[in-house]
Nanobody, 122 residues
Framework: QVQLVESGGGLVQAGGSLRLSCEAS????????MGWFRHTPGKEREFVAA????????DYADSVKGRFTISRDNAKNTVYLQMSSLKPEDTAVYYC???????????????WGQGTQVTVSS
């Protein structure tokens, strides 16, 4: 198992930017594909983005394409989510996750962080 800790959430105005970080410890970070998901009360956990082990392949939800960028630094055991042009509907708790595939399916990820709140005001 790998332990994950997210940071970087906060309150931002619509149109603004935030960068989330997720630092991993435990087993080798570079052996995992990484994903970002978000959850709003009353809704299912939603896929945001995912990245392959070396960062050569990425996938995004249609709702964030062109606004969010996922990246990773294996030397720092960290995955990032750069969020720009934020909208109120991006408000959620954001989770990073480690798994074996670049996948939009939460069940394909076995390790999860505790989440970080992102709130976008209109």
């Amino acid at each position: 198992q790998v332990q994950l800790v997210e940071s970087g959430g906060g309150l931002v105005q619509a149109g603004g930017s935030l960068r989330l970080s997720c630092e991993a410890s435990g087993r080798t970070f570079s052996s995992y594909c990484m994903g970002w998901f978000r959850h709003t009360p009353g809704k299912e956990r939603e896929f945001v983005a995912a990245i392959s082990r070396r960062g050569y392949s990425t996938d995004y939800a249609d709702s964030v394409k062109g606004r969010f960028t996922i990246s990773r630094d294996n030397a720092k055991n960290t995955v990032y989510l750069q969020m720009s042009s934020l909208k109120p509907e991006d408000t959620a708790v954001y989770y990073c996750a480690a798994g074996s595939y670049v996948s939009p399916t939460p069940d394909d990820f076995g390790s999860w962080g505790q989440g970080t709140q992102v709130t976008v005001s209109s």
